[in-house]
């Protein structure tokens, strides 16, 4: 008889490979591989989900409805109008099984986020990288990419890796100019780390339209990753299809306390922000510095372009020193490291081994 067997799609499915978390022999590492907050949770909402721990036996609130109603008062939206889920990772799923599928096509920009790729082959769906220009999405591009086929665009702004943004001109460009059956869905992880006057998040454009949504995660500035904590907001229609799709329960009593929580503690978020702009600029000048190129970058992490081949050499030099970047060959940027900023000390020893490390090469 023969065995059970996975849909074609499934076994073609690139697995996502998260940033380095362990390293062997190390009697300390520096974590800077995936985007973590500099300055860790907010106090509050590890006091919120350390009372959680007494209940552990208790169901969450399945639709999330007080973490949905602290979101939307914060942002100033209907929370009936919010989603929640695990993560922004789920939320890219569930659009591409509610809005895509066998003969469909999903664009994005070229150097997107793998879970675009990931999500869009999952449901059989086509995905349809467009190219970008200087590692920054392309309007222009972006919409030659589409044919009849396209069923959704994603725009990271601020991309990942990258670091790069197009303002708000720019996005409510691409908005006009898509077919109104297209879903556009503004992927704003790091949004709170922007400081450019031009830059809008997809609040504006999901509240105002009846085909964009915009993604969030609690995972970025609010430090709460472990958790798994993301929301989105759009069109009533959009998001009742989504909320159809999400599995029950899916996100848990601790995320959701420690969210609510977390958006009571701006005053902790202020000084995620302050840290992260100053520790950009000091970041950027040592970088160049030292004869590494690297673009400007608008979230919480940097993107330095080594000489060719040099990459290996650098990441294995780092890890010696107990340092952990993240490789982008998947990518497709064997030149660059993702280095997240870290807290002073950190970036302190890590901006010394890349200085040694340059000048051993030339030498």
Known sequence: MPLPQPK?????????????????????IIKLSSNEAALGPSPKAVAAYDEIARSLERYP?????????????A??????RIICGAGS?????????????PGDEVVYPRYGFLMYEISTKSVGATPVPAPVRDLTADVDALLAAVTDKTRIVFLANPNNPT????????????????????????????????????????????????????????????????LRLGWGFGPAAIIGALQRLRSPFNVSRPAQAAGIAALADQAHVKRQREHNTRMMKVVLQRLRGIGLNVQDSHGNFVLPEFPAGAVPDADAFLQSKGILARRVDGYGLPNHLRI????DEEMQITLDALAEFMSKRRA
């Open 61 to 73: 609130e399945g639709d999330a409805a007080d973490l949905r109603e602290a979101i939307g008062k």
């Open 89 to 101: 990772d789920e939320l890219i799923l569930l659009t591409c099984r509610a809005f895509a599928g």
């Open 163 to 226: 670091g790069t943004y197009i303002p708000a001109s720019e996005v409510n460009r691409l908005r006009a100019n898509l077919r109104d059956d297209i879903l556009l869905a503004l992927d704003d992880a790091y949004a709170e780390y922007v400081e450019a006057p031009d830059y809008e998040t997809g609040m504006k454009l999901a509240s105002t339209t009846e085909n964009t949504i915009t993604l969030r995660t609690f995972s970025k500035i609010y430090g709460l990753a472990a």
């Open 75 to 80: 942002n100033g939206v209907d929370p009936e």
């Open 340 to 343: 997240t900023l870290g807290t």
């Open 8 to 28: 074609p799609q499934v076994m073609s499915l690139p697995i996502y490979v998260p940033g380095k978390s362990v390293l062997q022999g190390a009697s300390r």
